[in-house]
């Protein structure tokens, strides 16, 4: 079975010594990967490098199979990626944001924008422009965009950025739901308390190396909360 993502070597490293080095990770079809670190930590550096924004120092992503630096199309063919924030184009309607993101799709019609809308609790917002909505708002048309084409593997970064609780609980339902019907994510974020709930598999990245992956019921099978893992995995490393 293919691997939905492959990472062997991968390093950029900045003028200021931030950023990921020698990034080695593995995701299976069907994992909900949560991806753990402080910020500045390397999530999004590396997340960038994975969807083909950033280029490497060196190391190389495969995902199914196919190589972002030298075969980038067929790389990103079935993948939705929202890295830093969800953008959109604040002078278009939520629906008209999603009509311009689907035609780089032959097969999504206004049926599926509607579903995606409806998913994502944004069809009652359907016809108000982008620019009025909030930070939450604006987060969960994100996401809508990019299940639009039904990919295979969803990179999210942050995707709870701004979201109030309800919205919270509407995300963890729609990726378990999604992740039910054969989606792999690959998901950052800081509160670790969602990925807990969320996640199937762990990986703590700490001062631009991923110091351990694991999945959660092995870790929650040794420790109280996944906060208390993530505490001592880097204390282990040295440097809180």
Same mark, same amino acid.
């Given at each position: 079975?293919?691997?939905?993502?492959?990472?062997?070597?991968?390093?950029?490293?900045?003028?200021?010594?931030?950023?990921?080095?020698?990034?080695?990770?593995?995701?299976?079809?069907?994992?909900?990967?949560?991806?753990?670190?402080?910020?500045?930590?390397?999530?999004?550096?590396?997340?960038?490098?994975?969807?083909?924004?950033?280029?490497?120092?060196?190391?190389?992503?495969?995902?199914?199979?196919?190589?972002?630096?030298?075969?980038?199309?067929?790389?990103?063919?079935?993948?939705?990626?929202?890295?830093?924030?969800?953008?959109?184009?604040?002078?278009?309607?939520?629906?008209?944001?999603?009509?311009?993101?689907?035609?780089?799709?032959?097969?999504?019609?206004?049926?599926?924008?509607?579903?995606?809308?409806?998913?994502?609790?944004?069809?009652?917002?359907?016809?108000?422009?982008?620019?009025?909505?909030?930070?939450?708002?604006?987060?969960?048309?994100?996401?809508?965009?990019?299940?639009?084409?039904?990919?295979?593997?969803?990179?999210?970064?942050?995707?709870? +950025?701004?979201?109030?609780?309800?919205?919270?609980?509407?995300?963890?339902?729609?990726?378990?739901?999604?992740?039910?019907?054969?989606?792999?994510?690959?998901?950052?974020?800081?509160?670790?308390?969602?990925?807990?709930?969320?996640?199937?598999?762990?990986?703590?990245?700490?001062?631009?190396?991923?110091?351990?992956?694991?999945?959660?019921? +092995?870790?929650?099978?040794?420790?109280?909360?996944?906060?208390?893992?993530?505490?001592?995995?880097?204390?282990?490393?040295?440097?809180?």
């Amino acid at each position: 079975m293919t691997k939905a993502i492959e990472i062997n070597g991968l390093t950029k490293v900045y003028g200021n010594g931030r950023g990921i080095s020698d990034l080695n990770l593995d995701v299976d079809q069907g994992d909900i990967f949560g991806f753990l670190g402080p910020n500045g930590a390397g999530k999004t550096t590396a997340m960038k490098m994975m969807a083909g924004l950033l280029r490497p120092d060196r190391g190389e992503v495969k995902i199914f199979g196919a190589s972002i630096q030298e075969d980038y199309v067929n790389a990103m063919k079935h993948v939705g990626c929202i890295i830093e924030t969800a953008e959109s184009y604040p002078y278009l309607t939520a629906n008209d944001n999603l009509k311009l993101f689907a035609r780089f799709y032959p097969h999504v019609d206004q049926q599926r924008i509607d579903e995606c809308l409806e998913i994502t609790g944004m069809i009652k917002y359907k016809h108000e422009k982008s620019g009025k909505f909030s930070l939450g708002m604006k987060q969960r048309l994100g996401v809508a965009a990019t299940i639009l084409s039904k990919p295979r593997l969803l990179i999210w970064d942050e995707p709870l +950025n701004g979201l109030d609780v309800e919205g919270m609980l509407e995300m963890r339902r729609l990726i378990k739901q999604l992740a039910g019907e054969g989606t792999t994510f690959f998901i950052s974020s800081h509160l670790i308390h969602d990925v807990e709930l969320t996640c199937t598999r762990i990986g703590v990245v700490y001062g631009g190396k991923l110091v351990n992956t694991d999945y959660t019921h +092995n870790i929650l099978a040794n420790y109280a909360s996944l906060e208390n893992y993530f505490v001592s995995e880097v204390d282990r490393n040295g440097r809180i």
